[in-house]
């Protein structure tokens, strides 16, 4: 059994305007998507999210004594044996976006209004901590205390379900807000009304979609 807590200290990013300006002339009717496409290549590998998930993961390792009497089996709890832990938890996430592979692809034009549609955005862990002055443990006479193996690996179980709920804490809502904030003035100097500019993903992303987003490459997999 496990429950689990999480309080979320979301961190905008201020969005570094690393990006080349554009130098089409404003007012321009036909913009030219290749131009536009060069321009948010430029960006690379924007960041624009981060954030700070404080989890609380709580362990109960039961002592149970199975056998078999007279051809039925029994799966008895001892109740003298019980071992629970509780582990406080800090990870940070980024969310960045890899414009490398922006393309034509990612521009619909349809007379004055334009849809640009994002590279999927990918999350890494930069920072992963035990609390360790906090940890709890609560282990019978008749058992060992908890290893230092036996917490990192909680720990670490902590951490994949921080990074699956990633959808619901709205880090990827932010990163989307932010790469708005940079490609949105760039539109505009293109000719385009603020208006008319539909900044998204190509879909809403779920929990079963996280595996693909994770960046676990990049991944700094301290647990201090």
């Not at 976006?97 to 521009?107: A, L, P, R, T």
């Given at each position: 059994?496990?429950?689990?807590?999480?309080?979320?200290?979301?961190?905008?990013?201020?969005?570094?305007?690393?990006?080349?300006?554009?130098?089409?002339?404003?007012?321009?009717?036909?913009?030219?998507?290749?131009?536009?496409v060069?321009?948010?290549?430029?960006?690379?590998?924007?960041?624009?999210?981060?954030?700070?998930?404080?989890?609380?993961?709580?362990?109960?390792?039961?002592?149970?004594?199975?056998?078999?009497?007279?051809?039925?089996?029994f799966d008895?709890?001892?109740?003298?044996?019980?071992?629970?832990?509780?582990?406080?938890?800090?990870?940070?996430?980024?969310?960045?976006?890899?414009?490398?592979?922006?393309?034509?692809?990612?521009?619909?034009?349809?007379?004055?209004?334009?849809?640009?549609?994002?590279?999927?955005?990918?999350?890494?862990?930069?920072?992963?901590?035990?609390?360790?002055?906090?940890?709890?443990?609560?282990?019978?006479?008749?058992?060992?205390?908890?290893?230092?193996?036996?917490?990192?690996?909680?720990?670490?179980?902590?951490?994949?379900?921080?990074?699956?709920?990633?959808?619901?804490?709205?880090?990827?809502?932010?990163?989307?807000e932010?790469?708005?904030?940079?490609?949105?003035?760039?539109?505009?100097?293109?000719?385009?009304?603020?208006?008319?500019?539909?900044?998204?993903?190509?879909?809403?992303?779920?929990?079963?979609?996280?595996?693909?987003?994770?960046?676990?490459?990049?991944?700094?997999?301290?647990l201090?």
């Amino acid at each position: 059994m496990r429950a689990v807590y999480c309080f979320i200290i979301v961190m905008c990013l201020s969005c570094q305007w690393a990006c080349r300006d554009g130098k089409t002339g404003v007012g321009e009717a036909d913009v030219d998507t290749l131009s536009l496409v060069m321009q948010v290549k430029e960006c690379a590998r924007l960041y624009t999210a981060e954030c700070e998930v404080h989890k609380l993961v709580l362990k109960e390792d039961p002592l149970h004594v199975k056998g078999s009497i007279f051809k039925k089996n029994f799966d008895v709890k001892v109740p003298i044996g019980e071992r629970k832990v509780m582990i406080p938890l800090s990870v940070t996430l980024k969310a960045y976006i890899d414009f490398s592979g922006f393309g034509e692809k990612n521009v619909l034009r349809s007379g004055d209004r334009i849809v640009v549609t994002l590279p999927d955005p990918r999350v890494v862990v930069t920072g992963s901590r035990i609390d360790h002055d906090g940890v709890r443990q609560f282990v019978s006479l008749t058992r060992f205390d908890y290893t230092s193996a036996e917490l990192a690996d909680f720990a670490r179980q902590g951490e994949e379900d921080v990074l699956l709920s990633v959808p619901q804490i709205g880090l990827l809502d932010v990163a989307r807000e932010n790469a708005a904030h940079v490609l949105v003035p760039m539109l505009s100097k293109l000719g385009y009304d603020e208006r008319n500019i539909v900044i998204s993903f190509r879909k809403d992303f779920t929990r079963t979609d996280m595996p693909l987003l994770l960046d676990r490459e990049r991944m700094n997999e301290k647990l201090k």
